[in-house]
């Protein structure tokens, strides 16, 4: 599933929709900083991104027959399955220091005690640390932040 949300955001970026400075994807959340392009509005973005995802991930666990895909299920006249959130929280960084605390917060996120999915920052792959820390741009898709 962590896939499918590289996919995209590398399709968002391609598509000039949004630049991508930080990210981390974890378990059942993700933290992302972006720059919504000016030619483009902000909820239709998100709305797109959230939308080709759940897409993507409902399509995946039909086709495998994982059975998890009823953790998904909502009584909802308008879907029948929810992966994500109604309202996502989004929040403004109107400054260099603040960007730099949220992307500290965010890398370490993984190492947290309550999460333990590694060690370091830079042992967990789905995540920009790596982007910050060392050069690697591997998901091909990542922007320094410049403010």
């Known amino acids: 599933m962590k896939d499918i949300i590289i996919e995209s955001l590398r399709f968002l970026v391609k598509d000039v929709r949004v630049i991508v400075y930080g990210f981390v994807i974890m378990p059942n959340h993700i ?40 953790n998904y299920k909502v009584k909802a006249s308008d879907r029948e399955y929810q992966f994500w959130e109604r309202n996502p929280l989004s929040i403004d960084l109107w400054s260099r220091p603040v960007f730099m605390q949220k992307l500290a917060y965010m890398h370490n996120n993984p190492t947290q005690a309550h999460w333990k999915l590694c060690k370091f920052p830079e042992e967990y792959k789905y995540s920009s640390f790596r982007f910050y820390e060392f050069g690697e741009n591997e998901f091909e898709f990542l922007s320094h932040y410049e403010g």
């Open 31 to 70: 933290h992302l900083i972006w720059q919504i392009q000016d030619k483009h509005i902000k909820q239709n973005v998100q709305q797109s991104f959230l939308k080709f995802t759940a897409q993507k991930m409902m399509f995946r666990l039909i086709d495998t027959g994982d059975t998890t895909l009823e």
